[in-house]
C-alpha cells in the first residue's frame, strides 16, 4: 500500500478541486490535489512539495482531517487528507486539466476519484 497525501484547501468558504489528468488513472476525475510520499518524507513535507509543483503556490497545513484506503486491479493506496490554507497567489497548473473553487455543498456534484467523496462529510 502506497501512502498518499492530498490537500484540502480552503478559502473564502470554498474548497479547492482539480480535475486528473486525462492520461492518469481516473482521468479527468476531480479531487483534492497531492500526491505520493516520498521514501523517509513526512507527509507534511511531501504535501508541500506536490502542491509547490503541482499548482505552484505554497501551502499552510492546519491539520490532518481523515484517512481513507482505497485498491482497485492498478492501485493500492492510503490517502492521508490535510486541511490547509494558501494567501493569494496565482495557481499554474502543471498536472491537471482544470481546476474550481467550490463550496463544500457542491462538491458531491462533481465526480470525484474515490476517497475524496468520502472525506467530503468531514469538512
Same mark, same amino acid.
Given at each position: 500500500? $502506497? *501512502?498518499?497525501?492530498?490537500?484540502?484547501?480552503? !478559502?473564502?468558504?470554498?474548497? /479547492?478541486?482539480?480535475?486528473?489528468?486525462?492520461?492518469?488513472?481516473?482521468? &479527468?476525475?476531480?479531487?483534492?490535489? @497531492? @500526491?505520493?510520499?516520498?521514501? =523517509?518524507?513526512? &507527509?507534511? =513535507?511531501?504535501?508541500?512539495?506536490?502542491?509547490?509543483?503541482? %499548482?505552484?503556490?505554497?501551502?499552510?497545513?492546519?491539520? !490532518?482531517?481523515? +484517512?481513507?484506503?482505497?485498491? *482497485?486491479?492498478? $492501485? +493500492?493506496?492510503?490517502?492521508?487528507? &490535510? /486541511?490547509?490554507?494558501?494567501?493569494?497567489?496565482? $495557481?499554474?497548473? +502543471?498536472?491537471?486539466? *482544470?481546476?474550481?473553487?467550490?463550496?463544500?455543498?457542491?462538491? /458531491? =456534484? &462533481?465526480? %470525484?476519484?474515490? @476517497?475524496?467523496?468520502?472525506?467530503?462529510?468531514?469538512?
Amino acid at each position: 500500500m $502506497i *501512502d498518499v497525501v492530498a490537500a484540502v484547501i480552503k !478559502k473564502d468558504n470554498k474548497y /479547492l478541486i482539480a480535475q486528473r489528468n486525462r492520461d492518469k488513472h481516473f482521468a &479527468f476525475h476531480w479531487e483534492f490535489p @497531492g @500526491g505520493k510520499v516520498d521514501k =523517509n518524507e513526512t &507527509f507534511e =513535507n511531501a504535501l508541500k512539495r506536490e502542491i509547490l509543483e503541482e %499548482l505552484s503556490i505554497d501551502i499552510k497545513i492546519n491539520n !490532518k482531517i481523515a +484517512s481513507e484506503k482505497y485498491r *482497485d486491479e492498478k $492501485i +493500492s493506496v492510503e490517502i492521508h487528507y &490535510f /486541511l490547509c490554507e494558501t494567501i493569494d497567489q496565482e $495557481i499554474v497548473l +502543471s498536472e491537471h486539466e *482544470d481546476m474550481k473553487w467550490e463550496l463544500k455543498k457542491n462538491l /458531491l =456534484n &462533481f465526480t %470525484l476519484v474515490p @476517497g475524496d467523496s468520502k472525506i467530503v462529510k468531514y469538512l
